[in-house]
């Protein structure tokens, strides 16, 4: 059992608070707005008035509030030692406010730990969900068997904080493309007068050809093996090339498409027609 202070209460913090409450540990909560701390007295947790008083009979310190410059805020204010606790920002945040809250810990003789949450306040505790962390030198042995309380598949990915807000960034925008895809491909078919259901109920028959770009993924990326391609840089540049003449003949916005072929096609020029499309990581990136 371990002492834990959550401050911040919105509906991840609470949701982290249950969590490690029901696994048994002494939960001390703290909100900015007073009154929601008092759901989690009635199961036992700590209300502390202030910041400091909640990471003053903790030992691990997790902050869920709404970005880490909001955090900076808090630990700046902070009139206690925190010299030698563990602090965990758990609020999502830029590269530039991760680094200065490092900072700030550091300075003060406090140990910690970035978390990047990957998953909605209904999926803490689950096995399934993943927080990334960064931290100093021992913070993932020392802590890491509590976050993955909270998320089952947690792991540990260094001690830069600019690597968890690119992880951020990075998976982020994975997921963004795809939604965004689907907006894009909404309208031109809705100029070209598809019904939306149509379009819509083909959308899952595609989810099957993304998962086959995660493979194709997997296995060229990591290993930067691009040759043999079975569908080649050149022929995805041809299909984009007449998916883009279609957006632009239908006036629908077409820039999406065009950021793919305009790039697609200047790696063809540059003599990578033959790699896999996953090629223009290397080549995008120069
Ligand atoms: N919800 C999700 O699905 C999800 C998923 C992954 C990551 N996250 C991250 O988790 C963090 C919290 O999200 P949430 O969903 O819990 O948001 P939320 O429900 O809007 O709650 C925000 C929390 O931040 C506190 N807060 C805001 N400004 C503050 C300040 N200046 N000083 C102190 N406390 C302050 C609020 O306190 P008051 O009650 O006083 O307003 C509240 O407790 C965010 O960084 C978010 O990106 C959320």
């Known amino acids: 059992m371990t002492n834990i202070a959550i401050l911040g209460l919105g509906s991840m913090g609470s949701a982290l608070a249950h969590c ?9 909560v703290w909100n900015r ?11 036992g947790a700590r209300a502390a008035k202030t910041p400091d008083e909640a990471i003053a009979v903790s030992d691990f310190a997790i902050v869920c509030v709404k970005s880490h410059a909001q955090t900076v805020k808090i630990i700046s204010d902070l009139t206690i030692s925190i010299q030698g606790k563990m602090i965990c920002d758990m609020s999502t945040g830029d590269t530039k406010d991760a680094e200065a809250l490092v900072k700030i810990l550091s300075a003060q003789g406090a140990r910690y730990m970035l978390g990047m949450i990957n998953a909605y306040p209904s999926g803490i505790g689950t096995d399934d969900a993943t927080i990334l962390t960064v931290g100093s030198a ?15 598949r947690s792991a540990c990915i260094g001690r ?4 968890l807000a690119a992880m951020f960034a990075g998976l982020f925008s994975v997921r963004q493309g795809f939604m965004f895809g689907m907006i894009y ?9 598809v019904p939306m259901q149509v379009f819509s109920d083909q ?11 995660y493979g194709l993924f997997e296995r060229s990326v990591p290993t930067e093996r691009f040759a043999n391609a079975e569908a ?4 995805y540049a041809l299909a984009q090339e007449d998916a883009l003449k279609t957006f632009q003949s239908l006036d629908a916005p077409s820039e999406f498409m065009q950021l793919m072929y305009d790039n697609t096609k200047a790696a ?19």
């Open 20 to 28: 490690l409450i029901k696994a048994g540990h002494n939960v001390a």
């Open 160 to 163: 830069e904080p600019s690597a």
């Open 268 to 286: 063809w020029d540059d003599g990578h027609g033959d790699q896999e499309l996953t090629a223009l990581v290397k080549t995008m990136a120069n």
């Open 33 to 43: 707005t007073p009154g929601k701390s008092d759901a989690f007295t009635n199961l």
């Open 203 to 213: 959308i899952p028959a595609s989810l099957k050809l993304v998962h086959d770009y």
């Open 138 to 152: 021992g913070s993932w042995l020392a802590y890491g068997p509590i976050i993955q309380t909270l998320a089952g």
């Open 185 to 193: 491909g909404a309208i031109v078919c809705e100029k070209a007068g």
């Open 232 to 235: 080649s840089m050149k022929v």
